[in-house]
């Protein structure tokens, strides 16, 4: 999807935030992410701070403040795997845009 959004000039980044729990299973991630994966730590606790969950997406305006918040499991598939789920995560992060 980053490829999609550089190709036609928008400008949106995309990171990952990985699990303290799964800090030994970052290269699954790392091997197949063309975006950046940022390893939580015990100082930082980044999922505590934000909230969320496994597989959780948070999508923030221009000016850093949060737009959506796509749980998993949620009313809007967000499982990337699947045609509906990856259109309703490009929509939500052009919405943003």
Do not use: R
Not at 17 to 36: E, G, K, R, W
């Amino acid at each position: 999807m980053q490829e999609e959004f550089d190709a036609e000039n928008i400008a949106v980044q995309i990171v990952a935030i990985n699990q303290i729990p799964a800090a030994s299973f970052v290269h699954m991630l790392t091997d197949v992410c063309d975006y950046p994966v940022f390893q939580d730590t015990n100082e930082v606790t980044a999922w505590d701070k934000l909230e969320g969950s496994k597989d959780d997406m948070f999508i923030y305006n221009t000016d850093s403040t949060l737009h959506l918040f796509l749980e998993n499991g949620g009313e809007i598939n967000i499982n990337m795997g699947s045609d509906a789920g990856y259109n309703n995560v490009k929509n939500a992060i052009l919405s943003a845009y």
